[in-house]
T-cell receptor, first 114, second 112 residues
Framework: NAGVTQTPKFQVLKTGQSMTLQCAQD?????MYWYRQDPGMGLRLIYY???????DKGEVPNGYNVSRLNKREFSLRLESAAPSQTSVYFC?????????????FGPGTRLTVT | DQQVKQNSPSLSVQEGRISILNCDYT??????FLWYKKYPAEGPTFLIS???IKDKNEDGRFTVFLNKSAKHLSLHIVPSQPGDSAVYFC???????????WGAGTKLIIKP
């Protein structure tokens, strides 16, 4: 039972390049989230998926797209990377238990855009 | 406009003593608060939470206190241990979608 897994762990891109960050969870949860974490700031929600087949924008969606491929997998795509997207990206899956706010996180992807 | 603020970027505490981490919030609609712990190169992990209907919640060495009138919560760790050295995030939620607003984190260093 791995929980939430993310690939890759590290990535360096040049401005304008594209890439897809992969996330998978084996907890059979309905929801999956993508966050970014920048120095001196809290985690900010990029996109979320409340259930298979649905996606919604979070606080900072510009420059990103997502795909909820199935219940397990939720990918984040940068079509044309910019230096402002240098960050650590976390995938999370909230618990399905009623009234539970707990979220389970992957280990993160450290992305540098030069 | 940060709705959840952790004003101390770092805190250093002697092993065995009490660690107190603070968090302030501005949105009076927040009704649930959580603390997460994060080690380097890992994702955050849930530590303890509190509902706005309570003013205290304990779990072993960890206690969270909520002062709604001051819009302030704190995490107490007693006694502090070397393994407690990590970044601690405060997070809050308002409404039924269970989405969280996060503070910037406080790095706790436990000195031997």
């Amino acid at each position: 039972n791995a929980g939430v897994t993310q690939t890759p762990k590290f990535q360096v891109l040049k401005t304008g390049q594209s890439m897809t960050l992969q996330c998978a969870q084996d907890m059979n949860h309905n929801s999956m989230y993508w966050y970014r974490q920048d120095p001196g700031m809290g985690l900010r929600l990029i996109y979320y998926s409340a259930s298979e087949g649905t996606t919604d924008k979070g606080e900072v969606p510009n420059g990103y797209n997502v795909s909820r491929l199935n219940k397990r997998e939720f990918s984040l795509r940068l079509e044309s990377a910019a230096p402002s997207q240098t960050s650590v990206y976390f995938c999370a899956s909230p618990s399905d238990r009623a009234s539970s706010y707990e979220q389970y996180f992957g280990p993160g992807t450290r992305l540098t855009v030069t | 406009d940060q709705q959840v603020k952790q004003n101390s970027p770092s805190l250093s505490v002697q092993e065995g003593r009490i660690s107190i981490l603070n968090c302030d919030y501005t949105n009076s609609m927040f009704d649930y608060f959580l603390w997460y712990k994060k080690y380097p190169a890992e994702g955050p992990t849930f530590l303890i939470s509190i509902s706005s209907i309570k003013d205290k919640n304990e779990d072993g060495r960890f206690t969270v206190f909520l002062n709604k009138s001051a819009k302030h919560l704190s995490l107490h760790i007693v006694p502090s241990q070397p393994g407690d050295s990590a970044v601690y995030f405060c997070a809050a939620s308002a409404g039924s979608n269970y989405q969280l607003i996060w503070g910037a984190g406080t790095k706790l260093i436990i000195k031997p």
